[in-house]
């Protein structure tokens, strides 16, 4: 086990090109320098969230100026075998990349994409992993996550954003597998050991509060944060949106006994760093989960389980999310205009929520008796 993790956390209140520069220069500087996690020659992955087709404003995908920051600083500290990728759940790494402004920096600056089309499997810990070839031919990999909320999950942070190395085709399927936010969880550790990413650097600037990691609404942090440690840097994220660590379920995998918060003035208390640079009213799910997985408790303890629900007033019917629900036999079809839900099928794992293009679906309590009335509701 791990003594100490250490975070770095650094202001950087707009995406000017200039100030993510220092922002992130600093925020490595102050874990000890980018020689700390490569060495010369290493081919390094950047692998930023691009979950699916969205611009930067949405605040849905790592920002440009991030990526951009990020390559320019470790070829001007000699690292010259730079690449990135990721791989969305329903759009091709192009698509996704050229929307959220991505594919334009890395021309700029000569960045090649990784291959994220084909996969090899890995197996890890008793697990296979359909894992990018991008990401298995890459030496090392620089993790550059969005701090946003999360449906299942309460928070995607450093954790969660290693899921996009998985083939697209196949995250979905992985929820079947792993239907609850507690196995989820657990399997995005084995993963995140599998791949070893070296190095965490977390966009900040502009969060995503609420209905995250897609249909939720922007909002400033004004933070860059980075560390080695990917739960050490989800905790700190919890405690700077006052949400108790231990209810984000990635963060039961944590390592290090004790995490320090390292700034520009030197080391600071958990205490002063959410008074300095915190947000207490953010926006997340702070209930009691009870999605376990299992279809009689879910049946039971329906006044507490949150299950995803269709706005018909913002729905265009383009029927995105019948085709990412993984069940086989689907949880959501067409009746008349609207898609309806099975919530007798229907596991909870919001990859609905995640991919719907018009921010329709939102995750709501159970009423009394609503789960229990039946299928095939909106």
């Given at each position: 086990?791990?003594?100490?993790?250490?975070?770095?956390?650094?202001?950087?209140?707009?995406?000017?090109?200039?100030?993510?520069?220092?922002?992130?220069?600093?925020?490595?500087?102050l874990?000890g320098?980018?020689?700390?996690?490569?060495?010369?020659?290493?081919?390094i992955?950047?692998?930023?969230?691009?979950?699916?087709?969205?611009?930067?404003?949405?605040a849905?995908?790592?920002h440009?100026?991030?990526m951009?920051?990020?390559?320019?600083?470790?070829?001007?500290?000699?690292?010259?075998?730079?690449s990135?990728?990721d791989?969305?759940?329903?759009?091709s790494?192009?698509?996704?990349?050229?929307?959220a402004?991505?594919?334009?920096?890395?021309e700029?600056?000569?960045?090649?994409?990784?291959?994220?089309?084909?996969?090899?499997t890995?197996?890890?810990?008793?697990?296979?992993?359909?894992?990018?070839?991008?990401?298995?031919?890459?030496d090392?990999?620089l993790?550059?996550?969005?701090?946003?909320?999360?449906?299942?999950?309460?928070i995607?942070?450093?954790?969660?954003?290693?899921?996009?190395?998985?083939?697209?085709?196949?995250?979905a399927a992985?929820?079947t597998?792993?239907?609850?936010?507690?196995?989820?969880?657990g399997?995005l550790?084995?993963?995140?050991?599998?791949?070893?990413?070296?190095?965490?650097?977390?966009?900040?600037?502009?969060?995503?509060?609420?209905?995250?990691?897609?249909?939720?609404?922007?909002?400033?942090?004004n933070?860059?944060?980075?560390?080695a440690n990917?739960?050490?840097?989800d905790?700190?994220?919890?405690?700077?949106?006052?949400?108790?660590?231990?209810?984000?379920?990635?963060?039961?995998?944590?390592?290090?006994?004790e995490?320090?918060i390292?700034?520009?003035?030197?080391?600071?208390?958990w205490k002063?760093?959410?008074?300095?640079?915190?947000?207490?009213?953010f926006?997340?799910?702070?209930?009691i989960k009870?999605?376990?997985?299992s279809?009689?408790?879910?049946?039971?303890?329906?006044?507490?389980?949150?299950r995803?629900?269709?706005?018909?007033?913002?729905?265009?019917?383009?029927?995105?999310?019948?085709e990412?629900?993984?069940?086989?036999?689907?949880?959501?079809?067409?009746?008349?205009?609207?898609?309806?839900?099975?919530?007798?099928?229907?596991?909870?794992?919001?990859?609905?929520?995640?991919?719907?293009?018009?921010q329709?679906?939102?995750?709501?309590?159970?009423?009394?008796?609503?789960?229990?009335?039946?299928?095939?509701?909106?």
């Amino acid at each position: 086990m791990e003594e100490r993790a250490v975070v770095s956390l650094v202001k950087c209140e707009s995406y000017s090109e200039e100030e993510v520069y220092r922002s992130i220069q600093t925020a490595v500087a102050l874990l000890g320098g980018w020689q700390l996690f490569f060495q010369i020659g290493e081919k390094i992955l950047l692998k930023p969230n691009l979950l699916r087709k969205a611009t930067p404003e949405e605040a849905i995908t790592t920002h440009p100026a991030v990526m951009k920051a990020v390559a320019l600083l470790l070829r001007e500290a000699g690292f010259d075998q730079l690449s990135y990728g990721d791989s969305p759940a329903n759009h091709s790494m192009e698509v996704a990349s050229r929307a959220a402004g991505l594919t334009k920096v890395a021309e700029e600056i000569g960045l090649p994409a990784a291959d994220f089309h084909q996969s090899r499997t890995v197996e890890f810990e008793g697990l296979r992993f359909a894992i990018c070839n991008g990401a298995l031919d890459a030496d090392a990999i620089l993790n550059l996550p969005k701090m946003k909320t999360h449906a299942l999950e309460r928070i995607t942070g450093a954790v969660k954003n290693t899921y996009g190395c998985i083939h697209g085709i196949q995250k979905a399927a992985g929820h079947t597998q792993f239907p609850d936010a507690r196995s989820l969880a657990g399997m995005l550790s084995k993963l995140e050991r599998a791949l070893k990413p070296r190095l965490h650097i977390m966009d900040a600037v502009v969060a995503m509060e609420g209905n995250g990691p897609a249909s939720g609404d922007p909002v400033k942090m004004n933070l860059i944060l980075a560390s080695a440690n990917p739960y050490a840097l989800d905790e700190v994220f919890c405690r700077l949106i006052a949400l108790n660590p231990a209810m984000a379920p990635t963060n039961a995998y944590n390592p290090a006994r004790e995490v320090l918060i390292r700034t520009s003035q030197g080391e600071i208390s958990w205490k002063d760093a959410v008074q300095l640079y915190g947000k207490k009213d953010f926006r997340v799910d702070r209930g009691i989960k009870t999605n376990t997985g299992s279809k009689a408790l879910r049946r039971v303890s329906g006044i507490l389980q949150k299950r995803p629900v269709i706005r018909r007033d913002l729905c265009k019917s383009c029927m995105a999310c019948i085709e990412i629900c993984p069940l086989s036999g689907k949880a959501l079809k067409m009746q008349g205009k609207f898609p309806v839900y099975d919530y007798d099928a229907c596991i909870r794992c919001f990859c609905c929520q995640e991919m719907c293009p018009h921010q329709a679906i939102v995750p709501r309590q159970s009423l009394p008796g609503k789960i229990l009335a039946g299928k095939w509701r909106h």
